[in-house]
């Protein structure tokens, strides 16, 4: 049983009540929302006029080669010509046509995708440019772009380390716009990273085997216990969002780090070079740790990071995949 989706994220922020009767204090707080709305609708349209042209100039192509729907499908009869199989003969449509007649089946090409993105309040850090999150709602746009452009279905799961928010597929342009602007702007009601609810999801409640992309930074505990079963059940590609200063501390000083996720607070100085080997090493660890997991289970994994071109990563998953297929 499917869960039921959660209401749609609002553009519209309510003026009633905020500011009581003062006229003046009421149209303050409506400009602010328009601006707010107008902001959010910019953002989400230059996203969506980015990824549409990169659709049609490579990744569109790229993904059309590689991901295709599994079985077939009955597309019409014709009659039997010489070099064709005998079992392919419908008798009953040559018995009431007098000639022999075979069926005619299509590759079914249709899947059905789901971006499963974390949202977690770890995902709002980034030193460049774009947050995490951000680039993980590009590189989905992109994907769902591409899978509408191969006239494929596209649902949404949000988690942290619960399902926060529920698309049901849908394949047209408008709802790829939706799932976009969720992902930017739903605000998390937990705190932690765990893909395993949402896993648990697509394995109890997703009969069809899927296009998974699962997008998060994995920082967490192990996740492996759900993770096995959605492998062999869809087909799951993991991508991996990072930032630069993840990997290695700046030497700036006595610094207070927050973690985001749990609320602890910790100061460190950077200049010391046994902390900053010490940092290093743990996030090498958690790392090696990952890589393993993903590799045993024969998921294939995108490294994505704030400070990079994101399309040569893709290009080098589609060439992998095109060569398995070959």
């Given at each position: 049983?499917?869960?039921?989706?959660?209401?749609?994220?609002?553009?519209?922020?309510?003026?009633?009540?905020?500011?009581?009767?003062?006229?003046?204090?009421?149209?303050?707080?409506?400009?602010?929302?328009?601006?707010?709305?107008?902001?959010?609708?910019?953002?989400?349209?230059?996203?969506?006029?980015?990824?549409?042209?990169m659709v049609r100039e490579s990744v569109g192509g790229e993904y059309h080669s590689v991901f295709k729907g599994e079985g077939i499908d009955f597309d019409d009869f014709r009659e039997y010509q010489h070099g064709d199989e005998v079992r392919s003969i419908d008798w009953h449509v040559t018995a009431r046509l007098g000639?022999?007649?075979?069926?005619?089946?299509?590759?079914?090409?249709?899947?059905?995708?789901?971006?499963?993105?974390?949202?977690?309040?770890?995902g709002d850090y980034g030193s460049q440019d774009l947050s995490k999150r951000?680039?993980?709602?590009?590189?989905?746009?992109?994907?769902?772009?591409?899978?509408?452009?191969?006239?494929?279905?596209?649902?949404?799961?949000?988690?942290?380390?619960?399902?926060?928010?529920?698309?049901?597929?849908?394949?047209?342009?408008?709802?790829?716009?939706?799932?976009?602007?969720e992902i930017l702007y739903a605000t998390p009601k937990r705190p932690r990273t765990d893909p395993s609810r949402a896993l648990e999801l697509l394995v109890r409640s997703v009969s069809k085997r899927s296009l998974v992309f699962l997008v998060s930074d994995f920082i967490c505990d192990d996740f492996s216990q759900l993770l096995k079963p959605a492998s062999i059940k869809h087909d799951v590609v993991a991508l991996q969002i990072s930032d630069p200063n993840e990997w290695e501390l700046p030497r700036v000083g006595s610094v207070r780090f927050h973690d985001p996720e749990t609320g602890e607070q910790i100061e460190i100085d950077t200049s010391s070079k046994s902390a900053r080997t010490r940092y290093a090493k743990l996030q090498e660890e958690h790392q090696d740790r990952l890589d393993t997991l993903f590799q045993r289970l024969s998921i294939d994994k995108i490294d994505l990071q704030t400070d990079r071109d994101y399309l040569p990563a893709l290009h080098a998953f589609f060439k992998r995949r095109e060569g398995i297929r070959a």
């Open positions: 049983m499917n869960p039921e989706p959660e209401p749609a994220l609002s553009l519209s922020k309510g003026t009633e009540n905020v500011a009581g009767d003062r006229p003046d204090e009421a149209l303050a707080v409506a400009e602010a929302a328009e601006d707010d709305i107008s902001h959010i609708l910019k953002k989400i349209r230059r996203i969506e006029l980015k990824t549409r042209g000639t022999p007649y075979i069926k005619k089946f299509a590759e079914e090409r249709e899947l059905t995708v789901f971006l499963a993105v974390d949202i977690s309040p770890s951000e680039l993980a709602a590009e590189v989905a746009a992109l994907l769902a772009f591409s899978a509408l452009q191969n006239k494929d279905k596209v649902g949404l799961i949000l988690f942290t380390d619960e399902v926060e928010f529920y698309l049901p597929p849908r394949k047209d342009a408008s709802h790829i716009l939706r799932c976009i602007r």
